[in-house]
């Protein structure tokens, strides 16, 4: 039995096929029509944007943050072709075909399916997991501005520098 070999559409990269891959995998259809059926917001006919596709496109929206609305979806359309080998075609929509389905989902489904997902990785206890008292969690590249208080002061101290103290308002990079 001779088999096609599959490819990449071009000018897409590997790390955006794995990328929805690893969403699918993490994130399942099954969970999503779920949450969809308990906010009563699936799909009521056969549309361009089903409901399903839009939870994927509004996580992959996340994860693509610097890419605009329409290429991202183009990426999820391209993913989703390259993870069913082919299957059926699906045309990227027009900007208001996106506006409309977005509106449709609204942030309930969103909402549900963070509760039913989230949750701290390491169990209480674990070594490494906390510091001072809280949960080490870490966010890359994130700068958070936080007020120059005694109580934040007493609390996470202040950075060090060359030339004395720090501004009044001060950035914590986490």
Known sequence: MV??????????????????GVLTATVPAELIDAVLADTGRQSQRQRQLPARLVVYYVMALALYAQASYGEVLRGVLEGVRWLRLGGAELAVATKSAITRARIRLGAAPVQV????????????????AWYRGG???????????????????????????????????????C
């Open 3 to 20: 088999r096609k070999a599959t490819r990449l559409p071009n000018g897409a990269r590997i790390s955006d096929q794995v990328s929805l």
């Open 135 to 173: 949960r080490l969690v870490s966010l890359d590249g994130t700068t958070l501005d936080l007020p120059d208080t005694p109580e934040l002061e007493a609390r996470y101290g202040r950075p060090g520098t060359s030339r004395g103290t720090t501004a009044a308002t001060r950035s914590c990079s």
């Open 113 to 128: 399916l963070f509760e039913r997902l989230a949750r701290p990785f390491a169990p209480p206890g674990a070594p490494g």
